[in-house]
């Protein structure tokens, strides 16, 4: 059995262990009262897939042990090295389902880094983090990348639900750049991903859970 050493993967400690996210919306007015009102559920789900040829193929955990079955939550593979491969960066997309039942704002950190994964002789496995290579994203242009300044894309118009059965779904990358492909890497190297979710009521919720009296991109809320 090969055994399996890792140098960095703390920097995913943070991610969501499950695909959905989930906050009571609360909102105080202290004009009125001190107490604590209820004013809705946001609730927002994410889901990270591939398509190639208009086929949908879900995206799977980073394994660590393959006899073990031991993954890391919440961190998916995708391929970098082979343009013919399903989960090819190239056919990675990214949706959310949107099933609060107040106006949410969302906002989302893409949580990734490359990494070189070598085996010695004796099958030893040791994966490399390569540090400085950053990967750009082809995101839907009703994101806006604040990454620079406090490194979150922020979906810059309110959503809900379409109804309390049928959520509302939200893409952040469904394609591709038009007319580039990505230069691939050497086989052992490897891309891992992650999503960090936070969602709040429209109403006084960025300022109050984020601390942003308006918009990054500038107006109001």
Do not use: C
């Amino acid at each position: 059995m090969k055994k399996l050493l890792i140098a960095m993967t703390s920097i995913f400690i943070l991610l969501v262990a499950s695909t959905r996210f989930f906050v009571l919306a609360y909102l105080t007015d202290q004009d009125v009262t001190e107490e604590p009102l209820l004013i809705g559920d946001v609730e927002v789900d994410y889901d990270i897939y591939f398509d190639k040829d208009g086929i949908l193929y879900p995206a799977t955990e980073v394994v660590i042990d393959e006899n073990l079955n031991i993954t890391k939550p919440g961190v998916y593979s995708v391929n970098v090295t082979d343009a013919q491969s399903i989960n090819f960066i190239e056919h990675l997309r990214i949706r959310f389902f949107v099933s609060s039942n107040v106006d949410t704002y969302i906002r989302i950190q893409l949580i990734d880094y490359l990494s070189l994964t070598l085996e010695n002789f004796e099958g030893i496995i040791t994966e490399i983090p390569i540090v400085g290579q950053e990967t750009a994203f082809n995101h839907v242009s009703t994101w806006y990348d604040y990454q620079a300044t406090d490194g979150y894309y922020y979906l810059m118009n309110p959503v809900k639900q379409v109804s309390v059965t049928t959520p509302l779904t939200v893409d952040f990358i469904n394609a591709y750049f038009p007319g580039v492909n990505y230069s691939a890497r050497p086989i052992g190297y490897a891309l891992q991903l992650g999503i960090k979710i936070e969602a709040v009521q429209a109403v006084r919720g960025p300022q109050m859970r984020w601390g942003l009296a308006n918009p990054p991109w500038g107006g109001n809320w």
